[in-house]
DNA sequence: TTGCCGGTCAAACGTATGTTTCAAACAGAC
DNA sequence: GTCTGTTTGAAACATACGTTTGACCGGCAA
């Protein structure tokens, strides 16, 4: 009993403070102290700093794979052979990540965050760890993008889906500071659903657009 | 001479560590072996390691910004009043980061990189920097997104702005490695010419996406 | 009661970091 | 050549880190 109790409070404690720091930002002693727990509980449970990384990303990544791979299944079934349309796929992800069961209220926006630095911060580890962890899910959505988007080519599509990536990840990775420049300029309040709910069309219109390729700086005018 | 030998070598090898592993991944002791300077030299020159942070940046920033405002004169004078495009506005940011006088081939991705971490990793000291030292390019181009989008509302704005900014920091920060995939995968050489010629377009369509927000899930199919 | 074992705790370990020190080397002016 | 201010160099500094240690506690089976 007390064991999951100090596991919990360590994995809670870690997730918030890497999400507000950086991983190599965060010390253990920072984050036992605001566990309230021993500064050893943390290699006696899970053995090093990088093994309770991944402990706090297999955490929300494995039931949110598993969520994920349902959502893929339902659309694909409600699609009956035909190939999903790109925006009920991108849908399909936000959907499954935004009804993940959350914590606390901060969750997901928080869970966004650390994806992000994971994708930013080069910790080799934990790259390997996600990418030996779930790359099924992950090429499955890469196939699904695919067939999506049949009218381009495979080197405008690879660059667009890194686009939408770095949109994706760079937007969620700040977003509490975002947010809270939002808040004070704008006196607006914003829930990570509403941001999800304005980067899709974002996504699929850039996914979708003209091709202006190669056409150079254009002196003139040329809006689509 | 001696001493901006050993000034422009710090800085050199710090810009390319930093980029290569950021800030807090980075020691002293790896910048001044790869500059094969002493030690002490960082501190001497510089003050502090933050300090040399904020000259890594600047060294970049100041001639950077310079261009961009003469790019945004010149854009202005040949639009003769009428506010320019979308498009020319992003035109003549990506055309001032590439024709930026380059220190080496790697030169404008390294530093791409680099405004990407300095977003990313929440390093206060660098953000109230780069705030306070370059406020004005930054205001002016956000003032020529706001006249080009007049269609947006002011939160809609603020959020694609968010997301154009994350594309490009993300993408070409990893332009290197992404470059890499893809000649091996695809056998296809790229420049980052090539890269913002396929950018600018996907910016410009997903800042000018019809709005379908709050549009929830939509379980049917709406491609625009 | 005894013995054990998973868990906690304070303390220490070794290492790496940013920074400082101070003597030596250097350059240019007189 | 000598003096003066600047730049380098090797070494040390204090501090923080991740990790390990060994004593200690508490419940439970024998």
Known sequence: MAQYDTVDRILDAAEELFADRGFSETSLRMITSKAKVNLAAVNYHFGS?????HAVFARFLTPFSATLENAFDDLEARCDGAPPTLNQTLWALTE???RMPQRNEKGISIFMRLLGL???QSQGHLRKFLEQEYSQPFSRFMRLLKEATPQLSSVDR???IQFMLGATAFTMSSSDALRDIL???????????EIAARLVPFLAAGM???DAMLVPPAHKSSVA
Do not use: H, P
């Not at 700093?49 to 990384?53: G, R, T």
């Not at 808040?183 to 829930?191: D, F, M, P, R, S």
């Open 208 to 210: 979708q657009a003209e």
């Open 183 to 193: 808040q004070n300029k704008l006196g607006v309040e914003t829930t990570v659903q």
């Open 118 to 120: 994971a994708y930013t």
């Open 49 to 53: 700093k990088n093994a309770l990384i």
């Open 96 to 98: 499954s990540a935004v």
């Open 158 to 160: 690879y660059w667009r």
